[in-house]
């Protein structure tokens, strides 16, 4: 790296916030702190005033990650929004899916739309399902919607109106009689956001754009001209949730696209691990202070999806949430975070989350208010965390706190003892992880005894022992800086942009001349977009994608198009050889359609070198007594990593102590220090981590 070219990155959680900064001559430094979930860009500004100072001008470039608009949507603390749909479509949130999650529930909660019903407006157009005018732009219809807006507290609107993914320009006409009438107002189309068919995804995806919108662009644009007074002129951007870098402009205009925008980082860093180490198949295990993510990374990739659904009734029932329709790693919320808390319920039984103490007022053990017991309290009754070593010292925990809490909340309405209530806790909230995990990996047709796990965030090593034994793997991976190494993750990860539109065309329909034109308008529109970032074009690759089907069905297959695919034969090929190994059997008369092509246009990765850690010192701090399962209390040796040298073998049970994190290993496991400086635990056969407390 050059004279005052220096990269800061931060990532901020629903706990802390975490900063990693690569100086001039590739040196690590990190950093971390509690978030401020009132004014996000708070945390941020004094965490990178804390590691860096105030001078921004040696800094050349500034990558961040948020949870902010995930958590603006199940909050519901965006802004006040409108929908104007095509008329006769007004309910088209309200009816939603046709599809019941629960079919046996005749009291079924549905996810209530983030625009009330008073608020959608129709307009008088028409498209057809080729995209050709049958109604023109009524401009009476436009006026009278701008005049309605006018009269109300709406700040933000998005507008979907039927078919524009294949014709755009009824939705720019409205769009800027609204934005002429009311200049103020933020204006989404579904035509930019999600150009995609099926109009109650691209409805819901645009309206959550619309609804967070304004939320982010405070808050991105605050820390730009932050930035900015301190003397910052370099690079400014987001990771979005597939996995890539977007420009901060970007962001604010398209801030669905940022849902998943910490956890990707982490998932991506993870697959960095898996290529680095020759390791097939890994699974992305991220467990910070509020929420648990599982991601499946095979050959060195994670999987990309292209829908999800946030703010879910019920976790892990699909149709309970709001859908998404964006290019994402496909990510699973497992379980809970460090925050999450635990309580008998009315039915007697241990119940741990959903509700979280977050940051504020937090666990009881952080003396910031928090009365309620939960994992990091459980965590610190069981021995696992240092009290006078949490982030290396600089935070301290109070073990009374945490013990009153398991005390008054768990232990006594359950007539436990603490250690009993305790473990429960951290064995509950195992157990809760396994059980998603397991069903996710299932259902990518997957065995997760061919997986190693690779375990990082401030909790993720704490429990990775226990979650791993419940699924069968044999080996933990947990690589060096595991408590910032979403962080970690945003210095490596490229620039890049995921673009699509749905045009459902028949296998043959059109010339494959035809198809080669239409995937070289999405990479020229893909190119401009990373040329914002600072990617050169002959930087820059592509890849191209298809949703595929058998005509007649009513969902999709996603289809790597490989550079040799040139013709439609070898498209069908390949989607037959994807349909083959997911169902096990293709149709051998079934005629073939692709619904949605897809570009994705990547600069190249940076490279992030190893943290310098000088290994002096001994090791072996001491001694401490930790629980563990059929074995009760008992003192274990604990090293500090930071001492611990390429090659170096130990044996568990043991606790390795970074200022960030702490790896538990609670059995007869084998622990070697690889020469990347992971940390590799291999279990031994069968479970040895249940037990009663």
């Known amino acids: 790296m050059a004279e005052n070219d220096v990269h800061v990155s931060f990532d901020t959680g629903g706990t802390f916030t975490d900063f990693v900064l690569q100086d001039e001559r590739g040196d690590i430094q990190i950093w971390k702190r509690l978030s401020t979930p009132d004014a996000p860009s708070d945390a941020v500004v004094t965490g990178l005033t804390e590691c860096w100072g105030h001078d921004l001008s040696a800094v050349s470039l500034v990558l ?18 409108a929908l104007v749909s095509t008329k006769g479509h007004a309910d088209v949130l309200e009816i939603g899916r046709e599809v019941r999650y629960d079919l046996y529930d005749l ?36 006026a009278a919607i701008a005049a309605d807006l006018g009269r109300s507290p709406i700040r933000s609107v998005a507008v979907c109106l039927l078919h524009s993914y294949l014709n755009p320009k009824h939705e720019r006409a409205l769009a800027a009689s609204l934005a002429a009438a009311h200049p103020d107002l933020v204006i989404s189309l579904s035509s930019d956001v999600a150009p995609e068919m099926r109009e109650y995804e691209r409805a819901s995806t645009t309206v959550v754009n619309a609804y967070v919108r304004p939320v982010l662009e405070a808050y991105v644009g605050g820390l730009r001209d932050v930035f900015a007074q301190r003397r910052f002129a370099g690079t400014f951007l987001m990771m979005a949730s597939h996995g890539g870098l977007v420009e901060s402009h970007t962001a604010e205009h398209l801030p669905v696209r940022l849902l998943e925008s910490g956890p990707a980082a982490g998932a991506l860093a993870a697959a960095q691990l898996a290529r680095e180490t020759g390791r097939p198949r890994v699974l992305s295990f991220d467990m910070g202070g509020t929420t648990a993510k599982l991601c499946v990374v095979q050959n060195g990739q994670p999987a990309l999806g292209t829908e999800a659904e946030v703010a879910q009734i019920y976790r892990f029932k699909r149709g309970s949430g709001l859908p998404i329709k964006v290019p994402m790693l496909e990510m699973i919320e497992i379980g809970a975070g ?173 010339p494959w001349s035809e198809i080669e034109q239409l995937f070289d308008r999405l990479a020229a529109d893909g190119f401009a977009v990373l040329e914002a970032t600072g990617v050169r074009r002959h930087e820059a690759t592509a890849r191209r994608r298809v949703d595929m089907r058998y005509a007649g069905q009513g969902f999709e297959l996603t289809i790597d198009v490989a550079a040799g695919v040139a013709d439609w034969d070898a498209l069908a090929e390949a989607f037959i050889a994807v349909y083959r190994g997911r169902f096990g059997r293709a149709l051998p008369q079934g005629r073939l359609e692709v619904v949605t092509w897809r570009v994705g246009i990547s600069g190249p990765a940076r490279r992030v070198g190893l943290p310098r850690w000088e290994h002096e010192g001994t090791a072996l701090k001491g001694e401490r007594p930790i629980w563990i399962p059929e074995v009760g209390r008992r003192p274990v040796p604990v090293y500090n990593r930071y001492a611990l040298a390429v090659g170096a073998r ?24 690889d020469d990347r400086l992971n940390v590799v635990l291999d279990l031994p056969d069968g479970e040895p981590y249940r037990g009663e407390a």
């Open 338 to 510: 460090g925050g999450s808390i635990g309580m008998i319920n009315h039915l007697g039984l241990l119940q741990v989350g959903p509700e979280s103490a977050g940051a504020n007022p937090g666990p009881a053990c952080y003396a910031l208010g928090g009365a309620q017991a939960t994992v990091t309290d459980a965590d610190l009754a069981l021995g696992y965390l240092d009290a006078g070593y949490f982030l290396g010292g600089r935070m301290k925990l109070d073990p009374d706190l945490a013990h009153r809490a398991l005390l008054e909340h768990i232990a006594k309405p359950g007539d436990l003892t603490l250690d009993r209530a305790a473990w429960g806790v951290h064995d509950l909230v195992n157990e809760n992880m396994a059980a998603a995990a397991r069903v996710h990996i299932v259902e990518h047709a997957l065995d997760p005894r061919d997986f190693d796990l690779v375990a990082f965030g401030g909790a993720g090593p704490v429990h990775a022992c226990g979650v791993a034994a419940r699924l069968g793997i044999r080996r933990v991976i947990v690589p060096p800086l595991a408590g910032v190494f979403s962080s970690l993750g945003l210095l490596a990860a490229p620039p890049s942009v995921e673009l699509s539109r749905s045009y459902p065309t028949m296998l043959g329909a059109a």
């Open 64 to 81: 961040g990650s948020t949870t902010l608009v995930s958590n603006c949507v199940i909050e519901r603390k965006g802004a006040p929004t």
């Open 107 to 142: 009291l079924i909660d549905r996810p209530k739309p983030l625009v009330p019903r008073q608020w959608v407006f129709e307009c008088n157009e028409r498209l057809d399902a080729a995209g050709t005018m049958l109604v023109p732009l009524d401009s009476a219809s436009a």
């Open 650 to 673: 130990l044996r568990g049970p043991a606790i390795l102590e970074e200022a960030e994190s702490t790896v538990v290993a609670w059995g007869e496991c084998a622990i070697t220090v």
